[in-house]
Every structure is written in structure tokens, then in C-alpha cells.
């Protein structure tokens, strides 16, 4: 089988977040295959907002010094709030759920905070993935819809990379730093960060590549509407 020809049940579950990559490029002709596939993702009346910056080589080595330099300087500025004590109740235990399973993959304690704090400034080394992709677009309202454009755009991009074998992550964290990326990368005050996605070919073997985050149950998030015997009897459909 052709890796460019996983069906949609594969593509969609073997997708996950990768964060150990091998180094090589990936061939131009792979990555336009993507942007191919990610440019038809739906947008609010089709604005298709994005504007995608792809960084690779010596570029993705300057803008990851940077990134670096201002974590460790604590210079923050995200075009976007982000705070994680925000979440509550369930959201708030997967999110627990998924720092445990990643500190215990790679072994290390809760109370070790220079270890999670290594691991952590991976973000900006992009997982040693040899591109980066950063999602920028126009801002209009109060952000939701184009958040939701940059969403749909977003998932589209990493489920063509993982129907071609690739792998990708989405990465909130690059977008805390957007005044260091615009920098670099030149781009207008005008254009917002959303995140990046680190991609490549994935380092299989790695730990940090060793586990799978469990997903929720329709049965769980699904509120049904004059809709019955969906969740009755029927066994969940073979996913291939
Ligand atoms: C918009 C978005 C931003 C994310 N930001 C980060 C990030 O900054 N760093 C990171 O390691 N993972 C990040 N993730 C990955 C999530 O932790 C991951 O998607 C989640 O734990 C579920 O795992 P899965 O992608 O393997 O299904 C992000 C995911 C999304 C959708």
C-alpha cells in the first residue's frame, strides 16, 4: 500500500501528536501535497483566512534559537490568552490525564519541575521536527470565527500528513511567542498567531512517541434530539 492512500479511517485514527522527529526534510514535493489537501478545509463564508508560513533549514534553526532565548527570558506576548488553570471538572482531569501519561512515558516524577520543564522547552526545538508550519490570519470580531477557520485548516493539515505516514503537532505554545515569530519570519503586526505544527517523519521509537491519549464516547458528549436507538444496541460501526 502507497502511503499516499490510507483510507480516512486510518488517516483519522492513526493521527496523534508527534514529539520526536527524525531530522530529515521532508521533499517539496510532500509538503505541497499537504498544503494541496489543507487548503480545502471549509472557513466562515470562505474567507479562508490563513496565512501559512513554512520554515525549514537555517530559518527553523534561527526562529528556534529565538523561541528558546525568549521562553528563557520570559518574554511573553501571545496574541491570545491561554491558561490552563482555566479548566475545571473533566477538563481539567484530561488535562491532568495527558501531562501524567506523557511525564510517565518519559519517566519523570511530578515533582521533578527541571525535568518537565526540559521536556516542556522541546516545544521549541519543534520536537526536532525539520519543519514548521505557523498558522497567522487577519483578526475579525472578537477572534472566535477565524479560530474556528484556523481549526478547521488546522486538523486538515495533520490528517493529510497522517494519511501520507507523516506526522505533525499542533502547538498553542509557539503562538505565546508571536512577537519573536513575526520577527523572524516578517510578518505584519496586523497578522495574528494562532499556533504552529511541528511535521516530519516520525522518530517511532521514541518515548515520547510510546502512548496513546484515550478519546471520550460519543455516548458521553452527544446529546440526542428525537435521534433514537442511536446508542441502543448497535455495536460502534468497524472502524475500517
Ligand atoms: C490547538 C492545539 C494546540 C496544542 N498545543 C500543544 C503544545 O503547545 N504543545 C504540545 O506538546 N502539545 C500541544 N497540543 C497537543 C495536545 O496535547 C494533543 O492533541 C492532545 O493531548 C491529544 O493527543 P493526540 O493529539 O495524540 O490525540 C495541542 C493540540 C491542539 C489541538
Given at each position: ?19 520526536a522527529?527524525?531530522?530529515d ?5 510532500q ?50 490568552t ?19 501519561t506523557?511525564n510517565?512515558?518519559?519517566?519523570i ?5 527541571e ?10 526545538e ?36 497522517a ?23 516578517n ?13 516530519g ?25 428525537d ?7 448497535h ?6
Open positions: 500500500m502507497s502511503v499516499d492512500t490510507f483510507s480516512f479511517a486510518e488517516a483519522v485514527r492513526s493521527r496523534h501528536s508527534v514529539r522527529f527524525l531530522p526534510p521532508l521533499s517539496p514535493a509538503i505541497r501535497s499537504v498544503l494541496e489537501d489543507a487548503r480545502m478545509a471549509p472557513s466562515n463564508c470562505n474567507t479562508q483566512p490563513w496565512q501559512i508560513h513554512i520554515v525549514s533549514g537555517q530559518q527553523r534553526d534561527l526562529l528556534s534559537k529565538n523561541l528558546l532565548r525568549a521562553e528563557a527570558a520570559g518574554e511573553v506576548s501571545g496574541d491570545f491561554f491558561d490552563q488553570n482555566e479548566y475545571f471538572g473533566p477538563y481539567a482531569m484530561r488535562s491532568s490525564h495527558q501531562a501524567k506523557r510517565d512515558a518519559l519517566g516524577a511530578r515533582s521533578d519541575r525535568a518537565r520543564r526540559v521536556a516542556d522547552r522541546r516545544n521549541f519543534f520536537y526536532g521536527a525539520p519543519h514548521v508550519a505557523m498558522l497567522f490570519a487577519p483578526v475579525f470580531g472578537d477572534g472566535v470565527r477565524v479560530g474556528g477557520d484556523i481549526g478547521m485548516y488546522a486538523q486538515t493539515f495533520l490528517l493529510s500528513l494519511a501520507r505516514g507523516l506526522g505533525g503537532i499542533p502547538q498553542t505554545v509557539l503562538g505565546l511567542y508571536a512577537d519573536t515569530v513575526r520577527d523572524v519570519l510578518v505584519p503586526d496586523d497578522l495574528k498567531l494562532f499556533f504552529g505544527i511541528s511535521f517523519n516520525e522518530d517511532r521509537p521514541s518515548s515520547d512517541n510510546s502512548y496513546r491519549l484515550g478519546k471520550v464516547p460519543p455516548q458521553e458528549n452527544v446529546i440526542t434530539h435521534t433514537p436507538g442511536l446508542f441502543d444496541s455495536p460502534a460501526p468497524d472502524p475500517a
